[in-house]
């Protein structure tokens, strides 16, 4: 991504945060602040103050779970949540390198409910495994799915490569994805 897309980018977040009054409502609310480097109040001053580099090397809006309470909360009226996606979607666009793995894992899950209407952990992460290219990182997960599998968490593949019944999403799911595929044209 060019440095004045990314700017562009960034400028929006700016405008979307320019409100703010630091009032730390949205840092209070958030039930991840704990494991973040900044803040959310921090991150917000840093966005104010047009320090993108040091906002897109924070680990904060990636930590952020899309609860809305910060948005629910601020006093203002601030899209907060929506401001942290679009800090996820620049990172991802300006250093795809270092979002590779995260994105190869959520784009895996992701086409596990399209095509099959929930998650199907083994197809899951066979699809995430393929992505990745590398022979050994199955061994590395292989102790977790033992664990889950033992505990009744995780079932072992019934493969049916499509075909059957609960395969393919039906009816509001179908349209879950094809809306977000119309909202992902027209931003």
């Known amino acids: ?11 929006e977040v700016k405008e979307m945060v320019q409100a703010c009054i630091q009032c730390g409502t949205c840092s209070g609310s958030c039930p991840n602040t704990f494991a973040m480097d900044h803040t959310p109040r921090k991150l917000w001053r840093m966005v104010l103050g047009d320090q993108a580099q040091s906002v897109l090397a924070s680990k904060t809006f990636i930590l952020c779970s899309s609860c809305y309470t910060c948005t629910l909360r601020c006093p203002r009226g601030l899209p907060l949540t929506e401001a942290m996606a679009r800090l996820v979607q620049l990172a991802r666009k300006a250093n795809p390198l270092l979002f590779k793995k995260s994105h ?10 399209k095509n099959h209407g929930r998650v199907n952990e083994a197809g899951f992460m066979t699809h995430y495994f393929f992505t990745m290219k590398d022979p050994l990182l199955p061994l590395k997960f292989t102790p977790l ?14 493969f049916n490569f499509g075909l059957g019944r609960g395969s393919r999403p039906r009816g509001k799911m179908a ?3 094809e809306k977000i595929r119309q909202m992902e044209q027209h931003p």
């Open 145 to 158: 799915g033992v664990k889950l599998m033992r505990k009744g968490k995780v079932a072992m593949p019934a």
């Open 104 to 113: 190869a894992f959520y784009d895996a899950f992701l086409q596990s409910v």
């Open 1 to 11: 991504m060019k440095p004045e897309s990314i700017q562009t980018s960034f400028n």
């Open 175 to 177: 349209a879950i994805f």
